[in-house]
């Protein structure tokens, strides 16, 4: 079972607190999209369902499976199609006239763009988290790797061998035999393919 860690949660409240209380201080004071009733909070609803529909479904199905022109094609869509839409719902629930000109104003755009640019840092920071963890698991990799080597390099090098070898050469040595210059080159020869 998946442990739930408190700490990402936490920090993900304290952003949308924070957004949500910035949001609504820059919409009542530019009196942004007031038409709407609770605007800023379905908006900011909107937004918060957007950016996790984003981050968690599309980047998954298609950024990680390398097909990045759809997820951002994707993402923009549902962006640009999503807000306007659920705005429309909320005016019609509302008893609102849904017109184009009430719909389609700068502040439309103003909500566009800090849609977008939350999506952008969010997607960033995943891609960021990606990239470290790439690294970090090719250290690992890297690592591992030259251990494993050095422990095959350990268990190639018989020492019981060298031992042997040494002493037999040692005894051709004492004899002055012809023979010793030879078996040293062999010896060289034979670590020095078990080594490279």
């Known amino acids: ?28 004071y530019y009196h942004i999209n007031a038409i ?75 909500v566009y763009l800090a849609t977008l640019a939350i999506v952008f840092i969010s997607v960033s920071i995943m891609l960021l988290r990606e990239k470290e963890r790439g690294k970090s698991e090719q250290a690992q990799f890297e690592k591992e790797k030259k251990e494993m080597e050095l422990f095959a390099l350990k268990t190639q090098i018989d020492s019981h061998f060298i031992f042997n070898t040494l002493n037999n050469i040692y005894g051709l040595a004492l004899k002055k035999s012809d023979r010793t210059p030879h078996c040293v080159l062999l010896l060289s020869e034979i670590l020095s393919f078990v080594i490279y």
């Open 36 to 110: 709407i009733p609770y605007n800023i909070f379905i908006t900011v609803a909107v937004q918060i369902s957007l950016v996790y529909v984003i981050r968690y479904y599309l980047y998954d199905k298609y950024y990680q499976k390398g097909k990045p022109v759809m997820f951002f094609l994707l993402s923009l869509s549902l962006v640009l199609y999503f807000i306007p839409a659920v705005w429309i719902i909320a005016m019609i629930l509302s008893g609102i006239n849904a017109t184009f000109s009430l719909l389609f104003t700068i502040d439309l755009l103003i």
């Open 1 to 28: 079972m998946k442990r739930i860690r408190l700490y990402p949660i936490m920090l993900h409240l304290l952003f949308w607190v924070f957004y949500t209380l910035v949001f609504y201080a820059v919409s009542t």
